[in-house]
């Protein structure tokens, strides 16, 4: 669940936000316009239990507004992108962009 680099620290602040929340990077891409470079990133998210139910949901509402720590990175633009309940679980996709602040 936890890995290096970018998406290490920021899975590491998602699991802080959600801490039941199992977390796996699905897609890491470098991401680069005219000023700015970094990451895009898209994390896919499980929950054992369908009564979490308010928790994703809690979960997906503050995230875009959520002031994160990731030391030489800005979180630029992240979301709960899809939401799926399963019989026992949820699942569901965060995706992100993350630039280098240096």
Request: glycine residues 8%.
């Amino acid at each position: 669940m936890r890995g290096a680099g970018a998406y290490g620290r920021l899975l590491r602040a998602l699991g802080v936000l959600l801490p039941q929340v199992d977390l796996s990077l699905v897609q890491e891409r470098p991401w680069h316009s005219l000023t700015f470079s970094g990451v895009q990133l898209s994390i896919a998210a499980k929950l054992g239990s369908v009564s979490d139910e308010n928790s994703v949901l809690r979960f997906a509402d503050i995230l875009p507004t959520h002031e994160f720590d990731l030391g030489n990175q800005l979180v630029a633009d992240i979301a709960v992108t899809e939401i799926v309940q399963g019989p026992s679980c949820f699942k569901f996709r965060i995706d992100a962009l993350l630039l280098d602040s240096e």
